[in-house]
Antibody, heavy 116, light 110 residues
Framework: QVQLQESGPGLVKPSETLSLTCAVS?????????WGWIRQPPGKGLEWIGS???????YYNPSLKSRVTISVDTSKNQFSLKLSSVTAADTAVYYC?????????WGQGTMVTVSS | QAGLTQPPSVSKGLRQTATLTCTGN????????AAWLQQHQGHPPKLLSY???NRPSGISERFSASRSGNTASLTITGLQPEDEADYYC???????????FGGGTKLTVL
């Protein structure tokens, strides 16, 4: 059974960098699939942040591209998100998910609040 | 992101049929079709269908998806109380090179 689990600080100060990790169990990232990050501001809809292929190829939401870095660590079977220069508008539940034709397996999500 | 348009809310009675719509353009829905996700309050989204009408293992046959032109639809038959949730469509936008989500439809089962 494939499971994803997000981890990272729940509070980030404005202008700093948000860093999250998604640990994957039950499947080896290096075997394939795309791995992505999606966020959901409180009471709002879903927004795709970006994805990474197991080989390390990345592609990002054009609206966030200048601030986003997604990387993969196959030795630890996990992938990570860094979002720089955060503001209150980046406050959201952040989900990691596996994708091929669609995002089929999701983590439980982690709430990140941007506040001083 | 306004690539996919969904009605904000739909209300139907118990055991009735609800059809949720998702409208995009040929760069989106007309390409590989849409996926549908269900999200209950406080929980992560759950994939219901992909590539228009493929259901992952374990998803009830009461959920069926279709596409007509640039509009994708999710039909839920025999509505149950547990079907009350937010429903999102999702697709790849080839013009943006980005995954996009609809704004979501809140389904209320009366």
């Amino acid at each position: 059974q494939v499971q994803l689990q997000e981890s990272g600080p729940g509070l980030v100060k404005p202008s700093e960098t948000l860093s999250l990790t998604c640990a994957v169990s039950g499947y080896s990232i290096s075997s394939g699939y795309y791995w992505g990050w999606i966020r959901q501001p409180p009471g709002k809809g879903l927004e795709w942040i970006g994805s990474i292929y197991h080989s390390g190829s990345t592609y990002y939401n054009p609206s966030l591209k200048s601030r986003v870095t997604i990387s993969v660590d196959t030795s630890k079977n996990q992938f990570s998100l860094k979002l720089s220069s955060v503001t209150a508008a980046d406050t959201a539940v952040y989900y990691c998910a596996r994708r091929w034709d669609a995002f089929d397996i999701w983590g439980q999500g982690t709430m990140v609040t941007v506040s001083s | 992101q306004a690539g996919l348009t969904q009605p904000p809310s739909v209300s139907k009675g118990l055991r009735q049929t609800a059809t949720l719509t998702c409208t995009g353009n040929s760069n989106i829905v007309g390409n590989q079709g849409a996926a549908w996700l269900q999200q209950h309050q406080g929980h992560p989204p759950k994939l219901l269908s992909y590539r228009n009408n493929n259901r992952p293992s374990g998803i009830s046959e009461r959920f069926s998806a279709s596409r007509s032109g640039n509009t994708a639809s999710l039909t839920i038959t025999g509505l149950q109380p547990e079907d009350e949730a937010d429903y999102y469509c999702s697709a790849w936008d080839s013009s943006l090179s980005a995954w996009v989500f609809g704004g979501g439809t809140k389904l209320t089962v009366l």
